[in-house]
């Protein structure tokens, strides 16, 4: 019983959020039509809640990066948790009835872990298809939006792309090795096909850099963030970038982790365009979410310099920490609100900050994290990667990097800027408790990790 009991309990969450969301959705069809949304939210919440309590109870394996991915599944468990929280005001909000995106919510996070936590390339597959496939529907939920249906089209286009180079790139490594078990590939002798699995490997990563978001296969994010439902935005930035990097991690530390030396070139080339292209990009945006969408580039970016070092720890935090500040922006988006409407543009930051201290410092806080200004939780997150890639040799790579984060950090300079410098010409609507709850916890990480740290 005890051996049965150790050897499901590695996929006892995923198995515990599934049945839940499959719980959710028969509650959804035979409750009555006044309490069906509310009665999927119960159960999928239920679900991400248990299993967010049940990884704890998991032992934390001894190599750096599968240990790693028993904590990315609770930051992403957090995450959908605070993406529910999103999704349920903004439905509310905008007076949609209906049901599905708790359920939505609760599948796509469930295949999020698999993805992280697989053994396999057919698992870690079967994960990133369960992850992304819902997403489809979540993007397009706003069915007589265009800008919705539009970003759903583009975002059915990318995943099946990605999709296709992930699953050739996977079929060469078959075909040269004989085998899909990340446990055989890491033990085999890759000499004699070196070549070809180097081939192989490439369109893998070239699958996944596509549906992360990593540059230069990063131009589809800001206009699906942008189309897409506000919340689905920040389910976009939280957690299924977070997933499809956790996958690569699994990759580059266990079948390839005697490959790094061909890796870490492609990985520093990637890391540096993600933050090049993110902070250029963030320069000449005036809408909010595609604002989201550059800044969640250049994020991508500081993880892959991570990863390209084989720092488990610092790709970790750069992780926590960089989901807590997105999180941050992304409730911000969701309390831009004028009345009956939801704005998206920049310009509705001007003055807030005189006409609202309290709200102004805090978003201050949250911007400050995000550009990486020290000494704030971003900043410190960064400077963690810094401090390992010079550890590692790799100093022109390093300044590049702090180079390539200034015009993220002027973007962000220049938002608060905005907020103190002119007179509000609208007045906010008070933010709703799930906002102002994430608004508050990440502007707190912003500003007190450095101080705990012991800086």
């Known amino acids: 019983m005890n051996q ?3 050897q499901i309990m590695p996929v006892l969450p995923e198995a515990v959020l599934l049945c839940c969301t499959v719980l959710s959705i028969m509650a959804g069809v035979c409750a009555a039509p006044s309490k069906a949304k509310k009665t999927a939210d119960g159960a999928v919440f239920a679900g991400l809640m248990a299993a967010f309590c049940l990884l704890f109870l998991i032992k934390t394996p001894d190599a750096p990066f599968a240990a790693a991915g028993v904590t990315l599944k609770r ?3 957090g995450s959908a948790v605070a993406v529910l929280a999103f999704g349920a005001d903004w439905l509310k909000y905008k007076k949609y009835e209906r049901f599905e995106f708790a359920p939505l919510v609760g599948f796509s996070t469930a295949g999020m872990m698999l993805a992280v936590g697989a053994d396999n390339f057919l698992m870690q597959f079967l994960g990133l298809e369960l992850a992304f496939f819902p997403l489809l529907f979540l993007t397009a939920y706003k069915r007589q939006g265009e800008r919705s249906t539009a970003a759903g089209a583009k975002l059915a286009i990318v995943t099946l792309l990605g999709s296709g180079v992930y699953l050739f790139g996977v079929s060469v490594v078959y075909a040269c090795s004989g ?3 990340f446990a055989a590939l890491a033990a085999m002798d890759k000499s004699r096909v070196l070549p070809v699995l180097l081939w192989g490997g490439a369109f893998v990563a070239a699958g996944l ?3 992360a978001g990593v540059a230069p296969f990063h131009l589809w994010l800001s206009d699906v963030f942008e189309g897409a439902p506000s919340p689905v935005t920040a389910m976009f930035a939280l957690t299924a970038r977070l997933s499809v990097l956790g996958a690569l991690a699994v990759l580059l530390s266990g079948p390839f982790a005697d490959l790094a030396g061909y890796a870490r070139p492609v990985l520093e080339t990637a890391a540096v365009l993600s933050v090049f292209a993110g902070g250029a990009g963030a320069v000449v945006q005036t809408n909010v979410k595609r604002l989201i969408a550059c800044t969640a580039v250049a994020m991508n970016g500081t993880a892959l310099a991570a990863l390209s070092v084989s720092a488990a720890g610092t790709f970790l935090f750069s992780a926590a920490v960089d989901t ?11 309390s831009l609100r004028v009345g009956d409407e939801l704005i998206e543009e920049t310009r509705i930051l001007a003055g807030q900050g005189r006409a609202k201290p309290v709200r102004g410092a805090l978003f ?5 994290g995000a550009a990486g200004a020290p000494p704030f939780a971003g900043f410190l997150a960064r400077f963690d990667v810094y401090r390992a890639a010079a550890a590692a040799g790799s100093t022109p790579f390093c300044l590049l990097l702090v180079f390539g984060a200034m015009p993220l950090m002027y973007v962000y300079l220049r938002l608060i800027r905005q907020m103190y410098a002119a007179a509000a010409k609208d007045e906010l609507s008070p933010a709703p408790a799930p906002m102002k709850a994430v608004i508050v916890l990440s502007a707190a990480v912003s500003s007190l990790m450095f101080a705990a740290a012991g800086f």
């Open 324 to 334: 807590v500040l997105l999180a941050g922006l992304c409730a911000v988006m969701l």
């Open 4 to 6: 049965a009991l150790s």
């Open 179 to 181: 085998t899909v078990d």
């Open 75 to 77: 930051i992403l468990t």
């Open 209 to 211: 850099f596509t549906k």
């Open 364 to 368: 201050s806080l949250i911007f400050l």
